[in-house]
């Protein structure tokens, strides 16, 4: 089969809901190429350390690239996928150069091409993200596995607002709790929320790929029973009262959730929200406050924010 690779030279702001757009579009697979990556500290006593190449990454911006099958309507989708990015300037969210280039792979040349970057790799106390070829012996009897495959879902779980959110869901989670996950994408913060002994957890999103794509990581996990998947805009489907809230969206959607939220928690409940480049922590603190959460704990993570705070 032959694919096309999209390539977008973009902002790391705008990685993120870039990403969204092109797993929405139907994107197999996705890479980021940062060349922040190039320059990151890695310990070596958790799962692989690999040796990345100069070569494959820009000297400026970051480089995200989706691959496409290739049929009759792939000019039609790429049009849409462009049109979709240009409009995240509504949202304030600088794209950089912008540049968008297609190009045609053949199918190994496309496993080869997002596998090489991705590799277990620990991203808190407890969880560490393995992919699902790659075997990997755990290091202690605290450590808890999520197996994902980015070829068939939205997020590695390595990108630092996901990271921050497992960190904040393991600070916060208990057993026995009712945890609903908004935007739930790949199904990464439900896993963890499950694999934390929450009693059930709701798992969200507008897109139907999405569904499918964090059902499926779900089922690899082995916590299908313990999370329960389904369509839903933002918080609209949910009828119930949540020990825990977590949504990893875009700032400006965080800000359109927090009066739902509150409703939606149990006294003392705790709201994780994530996804807030710096420059908007802010005003998502504020909408906060405003609907009556008290924050309590910022999180940071290069330019990236994370906020936990109760009812």
């Given at each position: 089969m032959?694919?096309?690779?999209?390539?977008?030279?973009?902002?790391?702001?705008?990685?993120?809901?870039?990403?969204?757009?092109l797993?929405?579009?139907?994107?197999?697979?996705?890479?980021?190429e940062?060349?922040f990556?190039?320059?990151?500290?890695?310990?070596?006593?958790?799962?692989?350390?690999?040796?990345?190449?100069?070569?494959?990454y820009?000297?400026?911006?970051?480089?995200?690239?989706?691959?496409?099958?290739?049929?009759?309507?792939?000019?039609?989708?790429?049009?849409?996928?462009?049109?979709?990015?240009?409009?995240?300037?509504?949202?304030?969210?600088?794209?950089?150069?912008?540049?968008?280039?297609?190009?045609?792979?053949?199918?190994?040349?496309?496993?080869?091409?997002?596998?090489?970057?991705?590799?277990?790799?620990?991203?808190?106390?407890?969880?560490?993200?393995?992919?699902?070829?790659?075997?990997?012996?755990?290091?202690?009897?605290?450590?808890?596995?999520?197996?994902?495959?980015?070829?068939?879902?939205?997020?590695?779980?390595?990108?630092?607002?996901?990271?921050?959110?497992?960190?904040?869901?393991?600070?916060?989670?208990?057993p026995?709790?009712?945890?609903?996950?908004?935007?739930t994408?790949?199904?990464?913060?439900?896993?963890?929320?499950?694999?934390?002994?929450?009693?059930?957890?709701?798992?969200?999103?507008?897109?139907?790929?999405?569904?499918?794509?964090?059902?499926?990581?779900?089922?690899?996990?082995?916590?299908l029973?313990?999370?329960?998947?389904?369509?839903?805009?933002?918080?609209?489907?949910?009828?119930?009262?949540?020990?825990?809230?977590?949504?990893?969206?875009?700032?400006?959607?965080?800000?359109?959730?927090?009066?739902?939220?509150?409703?939606?928690?149990?006294?003392?409940?705790?709201?994780?929200?994530?996804?807030?480049?710096?420059?908007?922590?802010?005003?998502?603190?504020?909408?906060?406050?405003?609907?009556?959460?008290?924050?309590?704990?910022?999180?940071?993570?290069?330019?990236?924010?994370?906020?936990?705070?109760?009812?």
């Amino acid at each position: 089969m032959k694919w096309s690779e999209l390539s977008i030279h973009t902002t790391q702001e705008a990685v993120e809901p870039i990403t969204n757009i092109l797993h929405e579009a139907g994107a197999s697979g996705v890479v980021i190429e940062d060349p922040f990556d190039l320059f990151k500290e890695r310990e070596n006593v958790f799962g692989e350390i690999y040796q990345l190449n100069p070569d494959d990454y820009p000297t400026e911006g970051v480089i995200v690239k989706a691959y496409l099958p290739v049929n009759s309507f792939i000019g039609e989708t790429v049009d849409q996928i462009k049109e979709a990015i240009n409009n995240l300037i509504l949202f304030e969210i600088d794209l950089g150069l912008n540049e968008i280039s297609l190009s045609e792979v053949n199918e190994e040349e496309w496993a080869t091409a997002w596998k090489k970057y991705y590799h277990p790799v620990q991203i808190s106390e407890k969880f560490t993200v393995v992919p699902t070829w790659e075997e990997y012996e755990i290091k202690s009897p605290d450590e808890k596995i999520i197996e994902l495959d980015p070829g068939m879902a939205f997020g590695t779980g390595t990108h630092p607002t996901t990271v921050l959110c497992i960190r904040a869901i393991e600070k916060v989670v208990k057993p026995g709790d009712e945890v609903v996950d908004v935007g739930t994408g790949s199904g990464v913060l439900s896993i963890a929320a499950a694999k934390l002994d929450a009693k059930k957890v709701f798992a969200y999103d507008l897109d139907e790929i999405a569904v499918h794509s964090a059902t499926l990581n779900i089922k690899i996990n082995k916590v299908l029973d313990l999370v329960e998947v389904s369509q839903s805009n933002l918080l609209s489907s949910y009828t119930g009262a949540a020990d825990v809230i977590v949504a990893n969206l875009l700032a400006e959607i965080v800000i359109r959730l927090s009066p739902d939220a509150i409703t939606k928690i149990k006294p003392n409940g705790k709201f994780i929200v994530s996804g807030i480049i710096q420059t908007k922590k802010i005003d998502v603190i504020n909408q906060l406050e405003k609907d009556g959460f008290v924050i309590d704990e910022v999180m940071e993570m290069e330019d990236w924010v994370a906020i936990i705070a109760h009812s």
